[in-house]
Nanobody, 118 residues
Framework: QVQLVESGGGLVQAGGSLRLSCTAS????????MGWYRQAPGKQRELVAS???????NYALSVKGRFTISRDNAKNTVYLEMNGLKPEDTAVYYC????????????WGQGTQVTVSS
């Protein structure tokens, strides 16, 4: 089994910054994709950014240039540096990890609230 623990959410004013962290523990397959998703009230969960063990990254257009995803493979930890935050970034942010094998499982964290005030 795999557990994901997120931290770093909170309340920030528009234009501010926050850094989210997520650490995975348990039986971690060495080739994996870690990502951040978010879900605002009344909206579907959407991908924010992802990064694989090789460091290849992918970003949603809405956060490109403002958010940076990175990871420490030795610590099974992924980070999301969020700058220039906007009220529309307000959401619960979820971390996940997907094992890159056929039929590989996906695990989710419990989520952390990010609130951006105008």
């Amino acid at each position: 089994q795999v557990q994901l623990v997120e931290s770093g959410g909170g309340l920030v004013q528009a234009g501010g910054s926050l850094r989210l962290s997520c650490t995975a523990s348990g039986n971690i397959f060495s080739s994996n994709l870690m990502g951040w998703y978010r879900q605002a009230p009344g909206k579907q969960r959407e991908l924010v950014a992802s990064i694989n063990t090789g460091g290849f990254t992918n970003y949603a257009l809405s956060v490109k240039g403002r958010f940076t995803i990175s990871r420490d493979n030795a610590k099974n930890t992924v980070y999301l540096e969020m700058n220039g935050l906007k009220p529309e970034d307000t959401a619960v942010y979820y971390c996940n990890i997907r094992f890159l094998v056929p039929g590989g499982p996906t695990y989710w964290g419990q989520g952390t609230q990010v609130t951006v005030s105008s």
